[in-house]
């Protein structure tokens, strides 16, 4: 067993203004009331870090009222009516987490204090089960910082699918459902969501495994919405040195030479105002590489493998603009890249020539627009277009003369000659489009009924020649 030490180094951290935008935003609803009977025309005002501006909503004549579209974090909320005592209220906003908040008003002459408690919990209060870990809360725990993990902290998920695949509520490993910022993130093959985030940059991750709303479409496990950051009314950034070397690892009977060299993954983060409470920005960027060495395979003689050097490359980047157009109106866009190269990757079986090593790019880019609309107390909209693109270039043989197909030993399990699968033909393909248009209208009488009627459409492709060997 190989044992890594792995040490980070935070230089600098300035506390994030954390504000998010999902495909599927936050809900709080309640009723007010007063001696039993609901108080229509109270002014319920939310005011957060998260919003640009302050969102305001009346109760109806049953004494209800909505917000829709909320982004995650903290929230103050507000009850106020003429001669009655105001409440204020601090809630907690979360990921595609419906929050019920209903109030009690008291005549001013009758209440003299009013003490309310805040509540920030990060466990769904409604139906529908999900919980939410926020990055800051990962990055107190022994544990790695990616997506993965967030969703493993959730109850009613296992990594015991195929080579360590989630499985969520018992489901197969590839029928859930993934997104980023609205992106759709599932590898098109094994459905596992892909690494299109930059850890510092995130704000949450949401993990629903039950009773979740069939609006949400193509899964049969569960569902992952993460988040990231869309900077804010202050200015903040963060920076980050992570440092690993090959020679720090502990070794196996295998091994025959450790790359003495120290490899880093550098990640920042900016974000701030370009109009206050109109126009935010969001930047975040994360390089990585790191060197190492592997061995090619010699038949009958382990210990008497060939060393040779390996290499890896990535650049992620994000860019987040988060627009307000008046207190109603919301737009966001978001985009992801990442550029990803190898050099001399080993294949399965093991190669006994350098020939049978493979080098190549995985590039990847995600975008998405997302529109959220108040038309009324009770009526809104919501509208999203996303797009993703995975390109796989190279990663295979790329000898095409006959001579050159690799030969598979089955009783030395070792591969001669070229490398398995065509590098030399056209780049894979795995990609996904999406836009859908969302509305819900809230009405009350007879009890309260959230109406929503719209259209999604979801293409996914994956185009590849299945060729086997370069050579054909």
């Given at each position: 067993?190989?044992?890594r030490?792995t040490?980070?180094l935070v230089?600098?951290?300035l506390?994030?203004?954390?504000?998010?935008?999902?495909?599927?935003?936050?809900?709080?609803?309640?009723r007010?009331?007063?001696?039993n009977?609901p108080m229509?025309?109270?002014?319920v005002?939310l005011?957060?870090?998260?919003l640009q501006?302050?969102?305001?909503?009346?109760?109806?004549?049953?004494?209800?009222?909505?917000?829709?579209?909320?982004?995650?974090?903290?929230y103050n909320?507000?009850?106020?009516?003429?001669?009655?005592?105001t409440l204020?209220?601090?809630?907690?906003?979360?990921t595609?987490?419906?929050?019920?908040?209903d109030?009690?008003m008291?005549?001013?002459?009758?209440?003299?204090e009013i003490?309310?408690?805040?509540?920030?919990?990060?466990?769904s209060?409604?139906?529908?089960?999900?919980s939410?870990?926020e990055?800051?809360?990962?990055?107190?725990?022994?544990v790695?910082r990616?997506?993965d993990?967030a969703v493993?902290?959730?109850a009613?998920?296992?990594?015991t699918?195929?080579?360590?695949?989630?499985?969520i509520?018992?489901?197969?490993?590839?029928?859930?459902l993934?997104?980023?910022?609205?992106?759709?993130?599932?590898?098109?093959?094994?459905?596992q969501?892909l690494?299109?985030?930059?850890e510092?940059?995130v704000?949450e991750t949401?993990?629903?495994?039950?009773?979740?709303?069939?609006?949400?479409?193509?899964?049969?496990?569960?569902?992952v919405?993460?988040?990231?950051?869309?900077?804010?009314?202050?200015f903040s950034?963060s920076?980050?040195v992570?440092?690993?070397?090959?020679?720090?690892n502990g070794e196996?009977p295998q091994?025959t030479?450790?790359?003495?060299?120290?490899n880093?993954v550098?990640?920042?983060?900016?974000?701030?105002?370009?109009?206050r409470d109109?126009?935010?920005?969001?930047?975040?960027?994360?390089?990585?590489?790191?060197?190492?060495?592997?061995?090619?395979?010699?038949?009958?003689?382990p210990?008497a493998?060939?060393?040779?050097?390996?290499?890896?490359?990535?650049?992620?980047l994000?860019?987040?603009?988060?627009?307000?157009?008046g207190?109603?109106?919301?737009?966001?866009l978001?985009?992801?890249?990442?550029d990803?190269?190898?050099?001399?990757?080993p294949t399965?079986?093991?190669?006994?020539d350098e020939?049978?090593l493979?080098?190549?790019?995985?590039?990847?880019?995600?975008?998405a627009?997302?529109?959220?609309?108040v038309?009324?107390d009770?009526?809104?909209?919501e509208?999203?277009?996303?797009?993703?693109?995975?390109?796989?270039?190279?990663?295979?043989?790329?000898?095409?003369?006959?001579?050159?197909?690799?030969i598979?030993?089955?009783?030395?399990?070792?591969?001669?000659n070229d490398?398995?699968?065509?590098?030399?033909?056209?780049?894979?393909?795995?990609?996904?489009?999406?836009?859908?248009?969302?509305a819900?209208?809230?009405?009350?009488g007879?009890?309260t009924?959230?109406?929503?009627?719209?259209?999604d459409?979801?293409?996914?492709?994956?185009?590849e020649?299945n060729?086997?060997?370069?050579?054909?």
């Open positions: 067993m190989k044992n030490l040490i980070s230089i600098l951290a506390a994030i203004a954390g504000t998010a935008s999902a495909q599927m935003g936050s809900e709080l609803k309640g007010v009331i007063f001696d009977a229509p025309g109270v002014t005002t005011t957060s870090a998260a501006g302050q969102k305001v909503a009346v109760t109806n004549a049953q004494g209800d009222y909505i917000f829709k579209a909320l982004p995650a974090g903290d909320v507000r009850f106020e009516l003429a001669s009655f005592a204020e209220y601090d809630v907690r906003m979360s595609s987490q419906p929050r019920s908040l109030a009690v008291y005549p001013e002459a009758m209440q003299e003490v309310v408690s805040g509540s920030f919990e990060n466990v209060t409604g139906t529908q089960g999900s939410t870990m990055q800051a809360t990962l990055e107190k725990l022994p790695q990616t997506l993990q493993l902290l959730s009613g998920t296992t990594n699918g195929p080579n360590n695949a989630i499985s509520s018992g489901a197969q490993s590839w029928e859930s993934y997104t980023i910022n609205g992106v759709v993130v599932n590898e098109n093959i094994r459905g969501s690494d299109l985030y930059i510092d940059a704000l949401t993990t629903m495994t039950s009773n979740m709303s069939a609006e949400y479409g193509r899964f049969a496990g569960g569902i919405n993460t988040v990231t950051k869309s900077g804010g009314n202050e950034g920076f980050r992570n440092v690993e070397n090959d020679s720090w196996t091994t030479f450790q790359e003495d060299a120290n880093y550098y990640e920042a983060t900016f974000g701030g105002y370009i109009v109109a126009l935010w920005f969001f930047a975040a960027g994360r390089d990585w590489s790191e060197s190492g060495s592997d061995q090619i395979a010699t038949p009958g003689q210990a493998g060939i060393p040779y050097p390996t290499s890896q490359e990535e650049t992620r994000e860019g987040k603009l988060t627009g307000s157009f207190p109603n109106h919301r737009i966001m978001s985009y992801f890249d990442i990803f190269t190898y050099e001399n990757f399965w079986p093991p190669a006994v020939a049978g493979t080098s190549g790019s995985d590039p990847q880019t995600g975008v627009a997302t529109y959220t609309g038309l009324s009770n009526f809104f909209l509208a999203l277009y996303s797009k993703r693109d995975y390109t796989f270039i190279g990663g295979g043989g790329v000898n095409t003369e006959l001579g050159g197909s690799p598979w030993d089955l009783l030395e399990s070792v591969t001669f490398a398995w699968f065509d590098a030399a033909g056209a780049p894979k393909q795995r990609d996904n489009e999406n836009y859908y248009a969302k819900s209208w809230f009405v009350s007879g009890g009924h959230d109406l929503v009627f719209g259209y459409y979801f293409d996914d492709q994956n185009t020649n060729r086997q060997m370069a050579s054909g």
